[in-house]
């Protein structure tokens, strides 16, 4: 099966669409990349596709399209500028993205059916509304990042599937968080969930709790089946 590994290349202006078939890995170390484009990984199939210790500018609409399925997409060390909307719509198998610097994401950067998150020990700047829309998860992790603006809504679109369902939100920094900002209101009440150590970098004042409130949408208590997002975090 096809394999390609890149590594040292330190201007790589850019992968244009379909750059790569199917492949049993294909891997970027030590890599600066200035585009992913459109389709640059169309192949139908792509067991393993890693970008390590590489920067990357901007990921285009769909340069991880729907029509290709990945069975392991790993982002290490790595720091992104810019991912754009759709950017990755492929069918994931495993997803993670650790040790990285995110600066911007679009909103529904992240569309796709994916069986497994993580999300550890990152940095994101700024994430928008709707930035994260998994689809047919069972194990979603994010756990010790830095979050430093969270949109309204950022997190909304994320629902479970099924009763084996497991979410892990632990360690996290949150510096910034309009209104809704961390509301989930997709998850039933039923899923595993592990909430805790999470820190809020906002000046203590005596509306601490109310403010808590605003920003995980107290609404959502009041529909019996939906996950309790709001009273595992305010503990």
Not at 145 to 151: A, C, D, L, T, W
Request: glycine share 2%; aromatic share 10%; proline share 3%.
């Amino acid at each position: 099966q096809f394999i390609a590994e890149f590594m040292n290349i330190h201007d790589i202006s850019s992968i244009p669409p379909d750059s790569f078939p199917s492949a049993a890995r294909i891997s970027f170390t030590s890599c600066n990349i200035s585009d992913i484009e459109t389709n640059a990984f169309s192949g139908n199939q792509m067991s393993n596709l890693t970008f390590k210790d590489s920067s990357i500018d901007r990921i285009h609409t769909h340069a991880f399209p729907g029509k290709s399925l990945i069975v392991q997409l790993q982002f290490h060390s790595c720091a992104l500028s810019s991912i754009s909307e759709k950017a990755i719509a492929s069918a994931i198998s495993s997803l993670e993205v650790k040790d990285s610097q995110i600066t911007s994401i679009s909103e529904e950067a992240f569309h796709c059916p994916v069986a497994k998150v993580i999300l550890y020990h990152s940095t994101f700047s700024t994430i928008s509304t709707r930035t994260f829309l998994f689809q047919s998860w069972s194990n979603l992790t994010i756990e010790q990042n830095q979050f430093k603006f969270v949109e309204s809504g950022a997190f909304e679109e994320i629902s479970g599937s099924g009763p084996d369902t497991k979410f892990s939100f632990k360690g996290n920094h949150i510096h910034y968080a309009n209104q809704n900002a961390l509301r989930l209101q997709k998850l039933h009440s039923n899923i595993e969930a592990d909430v805790s150590s999470n820190v809020f970098h906002k000046e203590c004042e005596c509306d601490y709790h109310n403010w808590l409130e605003k920003v995980c949408s107290p609404e959502n208590s009041k529909i019996p089946e939906t996950f309790d997002f709001r009273v595992l975090i305010q503990n």
